[in-house]
């Protein structure tokens, strides 16, 4: 999706981890992908040694928030893997796994110019106020989700009129694969404003200002909008 878009949020998944079902596999030696077909005919190709790690919790999903998938959702069953984005990895309505190599097999999207690995970089984004809102001067509430699942998010900062960075306030963390939200109290003054946010990793990562289109492997850029105080 691209910078800001609505595409990222949270669900409470239950399933059964990927890694005990290929360990009863067993893959051979030089394997390194694992091709999901859905019923529709889509397929993805993930990487094995993320789906065999046991600090990703990649599994075939069979629940959304309590009750059994919407089908929409992918009912009956699902791929759910953190860290890497839906196109080499959420395979809805899963009727076959393949353990093969990137060398014999392509997911869908790879021969259209995609990337056949997919990881997840870190992003945020503004939900409130709205891009274009007429607002009142005085506190105003500016807030949001930051991600960089695996590594988790260190700090949230807020620029306005591309001035210095400020730090906004972050939530509890749920999981380091959930989105964080954060919010940031701005003493607004009449005239037009520009927002914008980045988010810094546990790492060390700071968000990239560099535009990049979703294709081939994810964007880039800082999420940013135009507002008016009167």
């Known amino acids: 999706q691209e910078v800001g878009g609505n595409l990222v949020g949270n669900a409470l998944w239950l399933g059964y981890p990927i890694r005990k079902l290929l ?15 859905s019923i529709d005919g889509f397929t993805a190709g993930t990487p094995l040694k993320v789906l065999e790690d046991p600090g990703t919790a990649a599994m075939l999903s069979v629940g ?14 699902r791929m759910v893997v953190p860290g890497l984005y839906g196109y080499v990895s959420a395979t809805k309505w899963v009727v076959d796994l ?7 097999d392509q997911g869908y999207w790879t021969p259209r110019g995609w990337s056949a690995r997919g990881p997840v970089k870190i992003s945020s984004r503004i939900d409130t106020p709205q891009d274009g809102r007429n607002l009142k001067a005085g506190t105003i509430a500016i807030a949001g989700v930051a991600w960089y699942q695996h590594i988790g998010i260190a700090g949230v900062q807020i620029q306005i009129d591309k001035g210095a960075g400020q730090d906004a306030n972050l939530a509890s963390v749920v999981t380091v694969d959930s989105s964080l939200q954060w919010s940031f109290a701005w003493a607004a ?6 927002l914008a946010v980045r988010a810094i990793g546990k790492n ?10 979703p294709a081939p492997n994810g964007s880039t850029g800082l999420h940013t909008i135009e507002v008016s105080v009167s």
């Open 98 to 104: 393949k353990v093969t190599t990137f060398a014999k």
């Open 23 to 37: 360990a009863r596999a067993r893959p051979t030696a030089g394997a390194d992908m694992v091709l999901s077909t």
């Open 189 to 194: 003054k009449p005239g037009n404003h520009q």
């Open 64 to 77: 959304m928030n309590g009750p059994p998938l919407p089908v929409g959702h992918g009912f009956p069953v």
């Open 204 to 213: 060390g990562e700071v968000q990239t200002a560099a535009l990049a289109d």
